[in-house]
T-cell receptor, first 110, second 112 residues
Framework: QKEVEQNSGPLSVPEGAIASLNCTYS??????FFWYRQYSGKSPELIMS????GDKEDGRFTAQLNKASQYVSLLIRDSQPSDSATYLC??????????FGSGTRLQVQP | DADVTQTPRNRITKTGKRIMLECSQT?????MYWYRQDPGLGLRLIYY???????NKGEISDGYSVSRQAQAKFSLSLESAIPNQTALYFC???????????FGQGTRLTVV
């Protein structure tokens, strides 16, 4: 079992819709969780961090964390074509460096 | 200018050659990392360093070595490059209080 699991996609949503990206993890000791956005050929860019159970909202983005069920999700409201990218889930398992999932590719159709 | 700078941005090298990828940062962070990205495999940790005297292997360190020349500089070497080391390489940094990572622009390495 991978430490961090993401559906590779592509996840295709129409413009204006809500995109829901999910990530599950295996290490119950994980404390910090991050979502990165990566455009093709570019470097990952941090868009959200979440540390406690519940929801955290930042503009059109909402991160959700459920430690009991070991999942973290990212919701993107009013999706735009510019949101088309690969979204990487990352977490800190206490081993001093982030562990990344393989990413979900999101396509927002105009 | 980027806070985390990688050189070169692109490199084609031959099998068996030694190659060094360099990373420098102006963020003042103590922690530096080298990751490798392959299609479908996400980012995998090669080496990381928490200060000049601290070097640690990541999950895929075989075939690689690193040098932390200063707080701001962390280089990755491939002693004898092989084709399956063809990948996109990223340097990243973080500060002492968080593992939140900031990435360089990446180096696309092709070994032929």
């Amino acid at each position: 079992q991978k430490e961090v699991e993401q559906n590779s996609g592509p996840l295709s949503v129409p413009e204006g819709a809500i995109a829901s990206l999910n990530c599950t993890y295996s290490d119950r000791g994980s404390q910090s969780f991050f979502w990165y956005r990566q455009y093709s050929g570019k470097s990952p860019e941090l868009i959200m961090s979440i540390y406690s159970n519940g929801d955290k909202e930042d503009g059109r983005f909402t991160a959700q964390l459920n430690k009991a069920s070991q999942y973290v999700s990212l919701l993107i409201r009013d999706s735009q074509p510019s949101d088309s990218a690969t979204y990487l889930c990352a977490l800190d398992t206490g081993r001093r460096a982030l562990t990344f999932g393989s990413g979900t590719r999101l396509q927002v159709q105009p | 200018d980027a806070d985390v700078t990688q050189t070169p941005r692109n490199r084609i090298t031959k099998t068996g050659k030694r190659i060094m990828l360099e990373c420098s940062q102006t963020k003042g962070h103590d922690r530096m990392y080298w990751y490798r990205q392959d299609p479908g495999l996400g980012l995998r940790l090669i080496y990381y360093s928490f200060d000049v005297k601290d070097i640690n292997k990541g999950e895929i360190s075989d075939g690689y070595s690193v040098s932390r020349q200063a707080q701001a500089k962390f280089s990755l070497s491939l002693e004898s490059a092989i084709p399956n080391q063809t990948a996109l390489y990223f340097c990243a940094t973080s500060d002492l209080s968080s593992t939140e990572a900031f990435f360089g622009q990446g180096t696309r390495l092709t070994v032929v």
